[in-house]
């Protein structure tokens, strides 16, 4: 194969979903691999902490107190990010003025949501099984539905939101909205300060800036192909050459990227062309948690800690054109930084702050070693 070489050189690789490159520089890791160094560590939370604001039955910061719910909760940000309200803004489009062109604003509208996985405080997606994480699944179904809007051609799969009556907050919304950032923040590495498994939801006016690049980028590919998806061609790939993929069930692959950065960055990617999360059956929202379980449990279970990453799913837009709600094709990245063990870990600093991203593992060796680490959580064993 002619790839093998790339186990030595140093060389670049694309990511054509972002239309970017990174360095990879495997000789740097031809030392021995060292694994972990640390003994494994234990869970020492306690399943519910009287101080915890997302715990059940808990006083939240602007004084509301959380139902005893038993699955999943929603609510909506105590310190949100974005508002539905603000003042006014609009730049003059008179081009003449310096300050016009290089000092542009523009207003960001929106609601950002928290969502728990789970009541219990000491647990992770890891400690879950697929149909525990089912319901996190279908909450961000739900969520989604409810903001799509009635325009988009998702609008006449998804089902009506049938959120509980203690979320009507969900629904009641005030700007159609274009763009619905899922995503997770997992351990002090990651800046989360509360241990509580629950994940946020963000939505936005705008089209941020990752999500624009891959559209533009799987618009161009669906053209440029006769209206193939550029992540249903790559799967085909990764299936063919098995060198990536680290597990796979009936509905998703979960592999190391090509164009992987960080250390063990893995990407879920549906095998069929799904263009968002109301497209599942109830069998592939089952087979999306499955995913979800094996890549959390792996991830603790390669350095027998509570692996820190952020996570986040890709799909089609809320509000945008045909063409770009088309293109879009459902994946979910996760960003992990931790290297060689629980405490040795990448820092992305001056020449990927300054150049570009660089790696030294390589994917195809990360994959390898997330292989290796399925079956049961190494906790259930201390
Ligand atoms: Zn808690
Ligand atoms: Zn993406």
């Not at 960055?265 to 379980?293: C, G, N």
């Amino acid at each position: 194969m002619p790839e093998e070489i790339l186990d030595d050189i140093s060389h670049r690789r694309y990511n054509p979903l972002r239309g970017s490159w990174l360095l990879v520089s495997p000789h740097r890791t031809k030392r021995p691999w060292q694994g972990q160094q640390e003994p494994a560590s234990k869970p020492s939370l306690p399943p519910y902490d009287p101080e915890c604001y997302l715990c059940p039955k808990n006083k939240r910061a602007q004084g509301d107190t959380n139902p005893d719910y038993t699955s999943t909760f929603v609510f909506v940000n105590d310190y949100s990010a974005v508002k539905e309200k603000q003042a006014e803004y609009k730049q003059a489009e008179d081009t003449k003025d310096l300050s016009d062109v290089l000092l542009r604003a523009e207003p960001v509208t929106g609601k950002c949501y928290v969502l728990t996985f789970s009541p219990s405080h000491n647990l992770t997606l890891a400690d879950l099984t697929s149909a525990e994480i089912l319901p996190v699944v279908k909450t961000w179904i739900q969520i989604y539905a409810a903001h799509l809007s009635p325009s988009s051609p998702l609008a006449a799969v998804a089902k009506a939101s049938t959120l509980p009556p203690s979320n009507n907050e969900v629904s009641a919304l005030k700007a159609q909205y274009k763009w619905m950032q899922i995503f997770e923040n997992k351990g002090a590495a990651m800046g989360c300060s509360n241990p509580h498994p629950h994940g946020q939801i963000w939505t936005t006016t705008g089209l941020p800036e990752e999500p624009t690049q891959e559209i533009e980028q799987l618009t161009k590919y669906r053209r440029d192909n006769g209206g193939k998806s550029m992540l249903s061609d790559y799967v085909k790939l990764e299936l063919e050459k098995k060198e990536r993929i680290v597990f796979k069930n009936a509905s998703f692959i979960v592999v190391c990227p090509w164009w992987a950065v960080w250390p063990f960055e893995v990407m879920i990617i549906s095998i069929a062309h799904k263009r968002a999360l109301v497209d599942f059956s109830s069998s592939e929202q089952l087979d999306f948690a499955e995913s979800i379980a094996e890549v959390t449990r792996r991830y603790d279970n390669l350095f027998e800690t509570s692996f820190p990453y952020s996570s986040g799913i890709h799909q089609a837009p809320l509000e945008g054109t045909e063409e770009e709600i088309e293109s879009s094709h459902f994946h979910m990245h996760f960003y992990p930084p931790l290297l060689r063990s629980a405490t040795v870990r990448k820092f992305l600093v001056g020449y990927e702050l300054m150049a570009e991203p660089q790696r030294d593992i390589t994917p195809e060796q990360a994959a390898a070693k997330l292989r290796a680490c399925g079956g049961e959580l190494y906790r259930k064993r201390l």
